[in-house]
T-cell receptor
Framework: ETGVTQTPRHLVMGMTNKKSLKCEQH?????MYWYKQSAKKPLELMFV???????ENNSVPSRFSPECPNSSHLFLHLHTLQPEDSALYLC?????????????FGSGTRLTVV | QKEVEQNSGPLSVPEGAIASLNCTYS??????FFWYRQYSGKSPELIMS????GDKEDGRFTAQLNKASQYVSLLIRDSQPSDSATYLC???????????FGTGTRLLVSP
């Protein structure tokens, strides 16, 4: 398998549920990201991991909890979400360098909170 | 002021025409610039990157960068209906790569 794989593709969860989103990259990249994409809004950066260390947390509510056990895997643990958290959650990876080569995105998880 | 600004569109062009998509950014320290294409219901796909002033061509796509004016554009020649999508401009402010995205411009190419 190649590229960046996200699972599940679709998720419906209640506000009291706990669920996790999974991302796996097969590109040998050393940085991984979670972005949130809501309608009519730009992609919002949530978390950045470089070499398995979290280097950025963009004031994300604590009901979102990231985990990066190794450079190929990234998780987003969800609990007690709100309906406004419904969005497309995108994982991306890149090879960190000052030149910047852009990201490769996964297919995303469409999350609906009911 | 938004960090990365794009006209949301839609930009409508006939098949075969040149589509011109524009983007401005606020941080003069920005060093890398990217254009992503996103089809409805799909994830963004990188189509062009540009790092220095001037033009960069790749097939039917040309990216243009003017750092003095803080402006980056994407030209699509011989537009096809399959080019109909939302085009996202993204800017890296340098150092560790952290892209800031615009809201995107929706392009409609009519047959």
């Amino acid at each position: 398998e190649t590229g960046v794989t996200q699972t599940p593709r679709h998720l419906v969860m209640g506000m009291t549920n706990k669920k996790s989103l999974k991302c796996e990259q097969h590109l040998g990249h050393n940085a991984m990201y979670w972005y949130k994409q809501s309608a009519k809004k730009p992609l919002e950066l949530m978390f950045v991991y470089s070499l398995e260390e979290r280097v950025e947390n963009n004031s994300v509510p604590s009901r979102f909890s990231p985990e990066c056990p190794n450079s190929s895997h990234l998780f987003l643990h969800l609990h007690t979400l709100q309906p406004e958290d419904s969005a497309l959650y995108l994982c991306a990876s890149s090879q960190d360098s000052t030149n910047g080569r852009g990201y490769t995105f996964g297919s995303g998880t469409r999350l609906t909170v009911v | 002021q938004k960090e990365v600004e794009q006209n949301s569109g839609p930009l409508s062009v006939p098949e075969g025409a040149i589509a011109s998509l524009n983007c401005t950014y606020s941080d003069r320290g920005s060093q890398s610039f990217f254009w992503y294409r996103q089809y409805s219901g799909k994830s963004p796909e990188l189509i062009m990157s540009i790092y220095s002033n001037g033009d960069k061509e790749d097939g039917r796509f040309t990216a243009q960068l003017n750092k003095a004016s803080q402006y980056v554009s994407l030209l699509i020649r011989d537009s096809q209906p399959s080019d109909s999508a939302t085009y996202l401009c993204a800017v890296n402010r340098g150092g560790f790569q952290k892209l800031v995205f615009g809201t995107g411009t929706r392009l409609l190419v009519s047959p």
